[in-house]
């Protein structure tokens, strides 16, 4: 009789406990189902997302090796050929002026794929490989400062004053001059003087001057302000790749300080130093 109570008892127990189970098998079933289900759904919403907050992940540039010195650029100072650098697509400068007290800095390489070398051959600068024909923007507002629209350049010669080819520079708001040279083209309307917008179209890239011969790129300086015709300054006279790397990251890293310091530093001018 004992076992038969106990039996059932277990019975009576198992019986509701048995039921319990099954509702919450299948409450368990419902909830994971349907918590899978918002799950996918939610995966698939980041999956489409994605591909657009990849492609805005700063890419870190490794440290690169000091290319050979030569009078002009190499392949081999490509250093970002694994890792290229997706250039940003060039501000649209339709918009009404802003305050000059806000600074906004852009990539310089607007509408191609450009890769910023992290080292440059005896003086600081970069070069922006990039197909021929993409945009050189201005990086800041500012004034035009000089424009070369005749390549001079004789490899014969190799004179430093004619090797950026076609070029064009720019002096900044924030006191600081941008060069980018090898163009292929200067828009119409870039002269000495005229205002320009962060993002405004100031040529096209290209192979002029010493780059002849060597993959198409924007070579790239930033240095102080000068009198007209101080290439041995104007070329490059503080590394930019920091600020490059910051710009194309969406970065507003200013150079102004660094740039206002290295010209102290420099002292007075007596003309070229290096690679003359
Ligand atoms: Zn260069």
């Given at each position: 009789m004992r076992n038969g109570v106990l039996r059932g008892d277990r019975q009576?127990?198992?019986?509701?406990?048995?039921?319990?189970?099954?509702?919450?098998?299948?409450?368990?079933?419902?909830?994971?189902g349907g918590g899978g289900w918002f799950g996918l759904s939610a995966a698939g919403v980041f999956d489409r997302a994605q591909p657009t907050a990849?492609?805005?992940?700063?890419?870190?540039?490794?440290?690169?090796?000091t290319p050979p010195t030569t009078g002009v650029s190499q392949p081999s100072v490509r250093p970002q050929s694994s890792k290229p650098v997706q250039s940003r697509a060039p501000a649209v400068t339709t918009a009404p002026p802003r305050a000059s007290a806000v600074r906004r800095y852009v990539f310089p390489v607007g509408g191609c794929r450009a890769d910023a070398s992290q080292s440059h051959h005896d003086y600081p600068a970069s070069d922006i490989f990039a197909h021929v024909g993409c945009l050189f923007v201005a990086p800041v507002d500012g004034r035009v400062d000089e424009v070369t629209r005749i390549d001079s350049w004789d490899a014969k010669t190799n004179r430093g004053a004619d090797r950026g080819g076609l070029s064009?520079?720019?002096?900044?708001?924030?006191?600081?001059?941008?060069?980018?040279?090898?163009?292929?083209?200067?828009?119409?309307?870039?002269?000495?003087?005229?205002?320009?917008?962060?993002g405004q179209p100031l040529g096209r890239t290209g192979?002029?001057?010493?780059?002849?011969g060597t993959p198409p790129h924007l070579h790239f300086g930033i240095s102080w302000p000068t009198a007209p015709n101080m290439w041995w300054?104007?070329?490059?006279?503080?590394?930019?790749?920091?600020?490059?790397?910051?710009?194309?990251?969406?970065?507003?890293?200013?150079?102004?300080?660094?740039?206002?310091?290295?010209?102290?530093?420099?002292?007075?001018?007596?003309?070229?130093?290096?690679y003359c």
């Open positions: 009576r127990i198992l019986v509701p406990v048995t039921r319990r189970a099954w509702v919450a098998f299948l409450l368990a079933v419902v909830i994971v990849v492609s805005s992940t700063p890419r870190a540039t490794p440290p690169q090796t064009v520079s720019v002096v900044g708001a924030d006191g600081v001059r941008y060069y980018g040279s090898h163009l292929s083209a200067i828009q119409p309307g870039i002269a000495p003087g005229v205002p320009v917008r962060a192979k002029t001057g010493s780059a002849q300054v104007r070329r490059g006279a503080v590394a930019p790749q920091r600020f490059l790397n910051s710009w194309h990251d969406g970065g507003q890293l200013s150079p102004a300080a660094l740039v206002a310091a290295s010209h102290r530093a420099y002292g007075a001018d007596h003309g070229c130093r290096s």
